[in-house]
């Protein structure tokens, strides 16, 4: 059990590290301006191996490329043997330059546009994930315009309540994912109906950010009865795809299990059922990316208004939108930390918006000259925008000691 969020290490100045490279240090190196997005690519690495490792040889890590695709992480992740799960034609494109293999590909997303169902079938990933009983006859049209079989998984919606933010759970009966059991026989149906469409697997994802393991458990469980129906007619499937979301400590007093605790319980739940000669394929994003990365920002100015004490700094919602998207918390440290008194600050940042707030943090009475937004490798560049005419900020990696500029 991982206990809260990764503290990274301090040098002899006090001076915040990543990949053992002090952060001043990371920046003078690739002469970047803040804010600047950091990335510590060797943890990205192991953590990406460990979960390799859990879905053993048959199975499949697909990193969700929404959670951070900047080049050098994707490809490093492809080389160590896990697939890629994108959501657009955009993201397939970057997973093929990343040298994913295409039959560690699958496609979900509930509004594949036709050009992109073209891209996948042509380029043959392993298969598109299919969300309603609508799409199936548009991807088997699209199959025989090309002149092949399409390999289709049917995404369950397993009407299990996730524990986490409302807008990031993906798993209930109202929300617009998956197909619900009463829909099955249809989507059934239409792919026995067409020669052009493969039924290959069946996937779930039950929402992001889980702190726990039962919600995931339950998407399993409802993954494996469907699949224990449908091998009951005698319609074989390839793989069961039990989805992301494993979750990560933002606060010190959160705690989250090792995702690969978790697929092993999965894979353990599947094999109770009869089910463990299906290899199994997970679709994780946030817990291999999100510890691993920071965004240095430098502080503006500070402003005392009455009781409040505000902190500007140069990074903005539009770097960093979760908090002000799902009331996320990030922390935020100093980047110098030289252990005089600290003080409450309301950090916020120069978007004319009153949500571009990260909340309050005890940071150094004196305001540092640079902060840290600590967890900001998931969701951060992928969901940053130029609002207010903002640039969007620098990529920087480090690995093995040295500084590389995406
Ligand atoms: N698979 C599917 C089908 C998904 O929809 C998602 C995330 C994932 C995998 C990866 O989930 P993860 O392992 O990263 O939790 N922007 C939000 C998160 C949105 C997640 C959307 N789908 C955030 O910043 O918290």
């Not at 997005?37 to 690495?45: E, F, P």
Request: net charge negative.
């Amino acid at each position: 059990v991982a206990e809260g969020p990764i503290v990274h290490a301090r040098d002899a100045r006090g001076v915040l590290s990543i990949g053992g490279v002090p952060l001043d240090h990371v920046l003078a190196a690739a002469g970047a301006a803040t804010p600047a997005y950091v990335y510590d690519l060797d943890a990205i690495v192991e953590r990406t191996r460990s979960l390799v490792a859990a879905v053993g040889e048959r199975g499949l890590c697909a990193y969700a490329i929404k959670a951070n695709a900047a080049r050098p992480i994707v490809e490093s992740i492809v080389a160590c043997g896990a697939g890629v799960d994108v959501v657009s034609g955009g993201e397939l494109m970057l997973a093929l330059e990343a040298n994913a293999p295409a039959d560690r590909i699958v496609f979900s997303g509930v509004a594949k546009r036709d050009r992109e169902i073209d891209l996948a079938l042509a380029r043959r990933i392993r298969a598109l994930h299919v969300e309603s009983v609508e799409e199936l006859p548009r991807i088997a049209a699209r199959a025989r315009a090309i002149g092949v079989r399409a390999p289709v998984c049917l995404r369950i919606n397993p009407e299990v309540e996730a524990d986490t933010h409302a807008h990031i759970a993906t798993g209930h009966d109202e929300a617009k994912f998956g197909i619900v059991a009463a829909d099955l026989p249809a989507a059934l149906a239409a792919i026995d109906a067409s020669t052009s469409l493969a039924l290959v697997g069946l996937s779930v994802h039950v929402g992001s950010q889980l702190m726990s393991p039962e919600p995931y458990l339950a998407g399993v469980d409802a993954l494996a009865s469907v699949a224990t129906a449908l091998m009951g007619q005698s319609r074989t499937l390839e793989y069961l795809d039990c989805g992301g979301g494993f979750g990560v400590p933002y606060r010190d007093d959160q705690r989250a299990v090792e995702p690969a605790d978790t697929v092993r319980a999965a894979r353990a739940r599947l094999a109770e059922r009869g089910l463990g000669a299906l290899p199994v394929v997970v679709e994780p994003g946030r817990a291999l990316v999100a510890a691993a990365g920071v965004i240095v920002a430098s502080v503006i100015q500070p402003k005392v208004s009455g009781e409040r004490r505000w902190l500007f700094v140069d990074a903005g919602m539009n770097d960093l939108l979760r908090p002000a998207l799902y009331q996320a918390f990030h922390r935020i440290e100093p980047l110098l930390d030289e252990g005089g008194e600290r003080v409450a600050f309301r950090v916020a940042g120069p978007v004319c918006e009153s949500s571009d707030d990260f909340g309050v943090h005890r940071l150094p009475k004196s305001p540092p000259e640079h902060v840290v937004i600590c967890e900001a490798g998931a969701y951060g560049r992928s969901m940053a925008s130029t609002y207010n005419q903002r640039a969007i900020a620098a990529e920087l990696v480090v690995t093995n000691g040295r500084v590389l500029r995406v």
